[in-house]
Every structure is written in structure tokens, then in C-alpha cells.
């Protein structure tokens, strides 16, 4: 009886070589019917501060102390007249979330960053010839940058809820529940005046 010839075994697909340290990316398969939800938080936060506040970025008021060496309360973010519950601070502004879905905003307003309308024509002080400074306890910061403010809330969509914001050096970012995120301030050289959709994910 002659002896069988074996069939070929079917080639196989070569395996590709990852290097060490490489990453390898794979998609995630998206499910039917799946949604973004980010949780909103309820916790009322109590703000304390501290460093300089020269250009308002304390949220203090226009004529409280300027530098803070010690944490101390902020009390125009009272958490119980207020209710802070996230809060983002950037180079020389901050914001913050309240618990009824209104941002705060206070410090400096470059480039838009506070997503508001903050000139104020107070504050200027007549010099004498002979004067050569003014002390700095008599400077009087701009109430529209030193007071945390909300930001109008028809610059954002009807609807829009909010579950946290953060701060960079001249923009500002909120996220809301259904992962749109809303920007305002400054991009690389451009100026956005306005809160806008800046992505549907993050």
C-alpha cells in the first residue's frame, strides 16, 4: 500500500513585530445605544485663598487685601448662599461651578478669559505733579474682575448643565453633563469672545 502524501499545512499570517516599549492602539467597539453621562456634583464647597490678588485673580472684592499669606475664606464664594461645587484656577483668573448651574468668573480679562463684560471706568486717580507712585493700599481693583461673577447664561444653549470647569492661562473650558465642552479666551493667537462647542468628546 503506498503511504499517503500529507496535505500542506495553509500558510499562516505573519504576526506583525511590536518594538519594546511600542503601544499598540486598538478601537474599543461602541455599543448600540450608549451616551455620554457625566455626573454633576452636589457637594457645596467652602473656597479658601491665598497668594497674591493684585490683579484680582483672589476673587476677594476690589478693596480687601491684596496679598494673602494665610489660606483664608472667601466669602463672596459663601458655600451656602453660593454653593461652589468645582472649581478651576488658571494664571491670573479663575472659575468656578455653583450648584445651580452658573459659572463664576474672576481676575484678569484677557483675551476674554472671563467670558464676560468687565470694563469699568472707576478707579483712574488724578496725580500731582509732584507725586511720583500711589500706595497700594489706595488702588482700587476692578469690582467687574474681583468679584466672582456668573457668566450670562444666554451665551450658552438652552438647556446646556454643567458638571465642571477648569482654567488655563488666558481660556477658559466647562464641561457639561452630555461631554460637550464650551471654551472661551484665547487660542494660540485668536481671540473667542464667546463660549463655544469646542468638542462633542473628550
Known sequence: M???KAKPAPESTPRKRVGRGAVQKTRAPKKAGSSISNTIPKQRLN????????SAELGLGPKNAI??????????LDAEKV???????????????????HILTWGVNDNCALGRETTWDGGLKDMADD??????????????EAIPTAIPREKFPEGAKFCQVAAG?????ALTEDGF??????????????????????
Open 2 to 4: 503506498a503511504p499517503r
Open 169 to 173: 492661562d488666558s481660556a477658559t473650558f
Open 131 to 144: 507725586d511720583e507712585s500711589v500706595a497700594s493700599d489706595e488702588v482700587e481693583l476692578n469690582p467687574r
Open 181 to 202: 465642552v464650551y471654551g472661551w479666551g484665547s487660542f494660540v493667537v485668536c481671540c473667542l469672545s464667546f463660549p463655544l462647542v469646542a468638542s462633542s468628546y473628550f
Open 47 to 54: 473656597v479658601y485663598v491665598f497668594g497674591s490678588g493684585s
Open 83 to 101: 454653593g461652589v461645587v468645582d472649581i478651576g484656577a488658571g494664571g491670573m483668573h479663575a472659575a468656578a461651578l455653583t450648584h445651580n448651574n
Open 67 to 76: 496679598d494673602v499669606k494665610r489660606p483664608r475664606l472667601n466669602t463672596n
